[in-house]
């Protein structure tokens, strides 16, 4: 289904209350590509997530 929408689509995997772990994210050179960045970035945040 994500690959033949539209328009960008997140697909999250596992349970929805997770609070921490790492956040994955992958982008194109959309215009979306910033907002998709900007939320996964949000998301890092709030799990406390850093790079390794």
Same mark, same amino acid.
Request: aromatic share 2%; net charge negative.
């Given at each position: 289904m994500a690959t033949h929408a539209p328009c960008p689509v997140v697909v999250v995997r596992g349970r929805g209350n997770v609070v921490d772990g790492p956040v994955a994210v992958g982008v @194109? @050179?959309?215009p979306a590509a910033d %907002?998709?960045?900007a %939320?996964?970035?949000e998301a890092a945040a709030g799990r406390n997530a850093h790079s390794p």
């Amino acid at each position: 289904m994500a690959t033949h929408a539209p328009c960008p689509v997140v697909v999250v995997r596992g349970r929805g209350n997770v609070v921490d772990g790492p956040v994955a994210v992958g982008v @194109d @050179d959309s215009p979306a590509a910033d %907002t998709v960045l900007a %939320t996964a970035f949000e998301a890092a945040a709030g799990r406390n997530a850093h790079s390794p």
